[in-house]
């Protein structure tokens, strides 16, 4: 073969080679161009919501609400919302906690009362009355019992001229709206927080049987209900300590045994 040719065939294949290369490198520079996926972001509202769990009596500042999104079509009636009420968070600034609210939980009317209002006042509903009933560890399920609280109103007192004691549950299920705190120095320099008087929610007729009971009893004591029970009747009282009508059904203590009777209580020998 003639030199000219293999010359030929040498720059052929170096240009094949060198084309190939550079069809290989452009190749890899261009990425597959992909189209990002559209994402239709629901439209939102602010709510407001608590910043931490708030308590019955809390009152609300700016440290504990706040705006927060919410996906508009979940906004239920009654949620205060930036849109109806963009004011709220300096208009409610201490306003009253009436019912326990939790962090992240949104803020609704009916669960926080005006900051003009007195505050026990504030967390009574319509209808209820507050009445309050001194209580000491014994008679205050050992210092256990805490606002919101569902207890039993028991009063023990003296039958009639034969020394036999006798107790009634005169009051079912209420609710303790609030534990007065004392604080007692104790002989070593300690102190502990002894709640000295409850403070219950009645009706009116419940109300004028506590105060009833209070004049009879020679002790009245709380016996603290499980949270289970909480859904039972609240209303039921002893409405014959009012009219003197009726036989309740009581227990008699005599010598250390409880005899259980109904109707009138006979004198025991």
Not at 80 to 85: D, G, K, S, V
Not at 160 to 178: C, F, P
């Amino acid at each position: 073969m003639k030199p000219v040719r293999i010359i030929i065939l040498a720059v052929a294949v170096g240009s094949a080679a060198m084309a190939g290369l550079l069809a290989m490198k452009l190749t890899r520079g261009r990425a597959p161009q992909i189209a990002a996926p559209v994402i239709e972001r629901e439209p939102t509202i602010n709510v407001l919501v608590a910043s931490k769990s708030l308590p019955v009596g809390a009152r609300l500042g700016g440290d504990s609400i706040h705006w927060m999104a919410w996906p508009k079509e979940s906004v239920a009636e009654g949620m205060i919302t930036e849109e109806n009420r963009p004011a709220a968070v300096d208009d409610l600034s201490g306003a009253v906690v009436r019912l326990p609210i939790f962090n992240g939980e949104p803020v609704r009317p009916e669960k926080i009362a005006d900051s003009s209002s007195r505050i026990m006042s504030s967390l009574l509903p319509a209808g209820k009355r507050a009445v309050a009933t001194e209580i000491t560890v014994a008679t205050g399920a050992g210092g256990f019992i805490l606002p919101n609280d569902r207890v039993d109103v028991i009063m023990v007192r003296k039958s009639d001229g034969n020394g036999i004691y006798l107790t009634e549950t005169v009051l079912s299920n209420v609710r303790v709206l609030a534990i007065d705190q004392q604080v007692e120095v104790k002989e070593d320099g300690s102190k502990s927080v002894l709640g000295t008087t409850a403070t219950l929610e009645l009706t009116p007729e419940q109300s004028k049987v506590m105060t009833v009971a209070q004049q009879m009893a020679e002790r009245i004591s709380l016996a603290l209900r499980s949270v289970a029970d909480a859904q039972e009747a609240d209303t039921g009282a002893a409405d014959y300590l009012l009219s003197g009508d009726g036989q309740p059904s009581i227990q008699v203590i005599k010598s250390g045994s409880i005899v259980k009777t109904d109707g009138a209580i006979q004198n025991q020998r």
